[in-house]
């Protein structure tokens, strides 16, 4: 089955800075890759998806990659704000059409 | 719209004890997905239902079970919990069993077992 890795475990940035999140699947047949993020006491929220069609998506200030070839997708946070404080869950559909999370990151930004 | 609802929000049972998990979805929504959250391995799925049949099923034992109603709301049972079962419980809610459909989360169960 799918195999979705992420690393960091943890990530701490400056307020203002970016933030570069990375996740690699196993699967070449997987063709959905949405990232999720969840904050405290509160379940995880769709904040971004990508289909294997496209390479590239933006949404203010968040933008998602994805490199089919070498099996690896992107979360890019810029102009980070303490309220991006939070776990982050990359996730990726298999052939089997079900979502395969990673572990999460932990994404700290220092006021 | 309210959002996803799951009943308890905290639980603390005994080892060998049965417990079951409810999760109200999103109106409209017929498709609900179980997932087990825990520190070490981040969100690992259980089952996803949708108009009342098991359509997918991740790696947990047969102690692991649940069902879909008419209304699609769902339950989970675990029987004969073990420590490891100590983790928070993620009910997710989409419009279609394809994955493409956003799933939307409710805030989860968390579980104890002493």
């Known amino acids: 089955g799918e195999n979705v890795e992420q690393h960091p475990s943890t990530l701490s940035v400056q307020e203002g800075d970016s933030a570069v999140i990375k996740c690699t699947y196993s699967?070449?047949?997987?063709?959905?890759f949405p990232w999720y993020k969840q904050e405290l006491g509160k379940g995880p929220q769709l904040i971004i998806d990508?289909?294997?069609?496209?390479g590239e998506k933006k949404d203010q200030r968040i933008a998602v990659t994805l490199n089919k070839t070498a099996k690896h997708f992107s979360l890019h946070i810029t102009e980070t704000q303490p309220e991006d404080s939070a776990v982050y869950f990359c996730?990726?559909?298999?052939?089997?059409?079900?979502?395969?999370f990673g572990k999460g990151i932990t994404l700290s930004v220092r006021p | 719209k309210a959002g996803v609802t799951q009943t308890p929000r905290y639980l603390i049972k005994t080892r060998g004890q049965q417990v079951t998990l409810s999760c109200s979805p999103i109106s409209g929504h017929r498709s609900v997905s179980w997932y087990q959250q825990t520190p070490g391995q981040g969100l690992q799925f259980l089952f996803e239902y949708f108009s009342e049949t098991q359509r997918n099923k991740g790696n947990f034992p047969g102690r692991f079970s649940g069902r879909q109603f008419s209304n699609s709301r769902s339950e989970m049972n675990v029987s004969t919990l073990e420590l490891g079962d100590s983790a928070l419980y993620l009910c997710?809610?989409?419009?279609?069993?394809?994955?493409?459909?956003?799933?939307?989360f409710g805030p989860g169960t968390r579980l104890t077992v002493l």
């Open positions: 699967d070449s047949a997987s063709n959905y």
């Open positions: 996730a990726a559909t298999g052939a089997n059409s079900k979502l395969t």
């Open positions: 997710a809610s989409s419009l279609g069993s394809n994955s493409y459909n956003e799933q939307f």
């Open positions: 990508i289909r294997s069609n496209v």
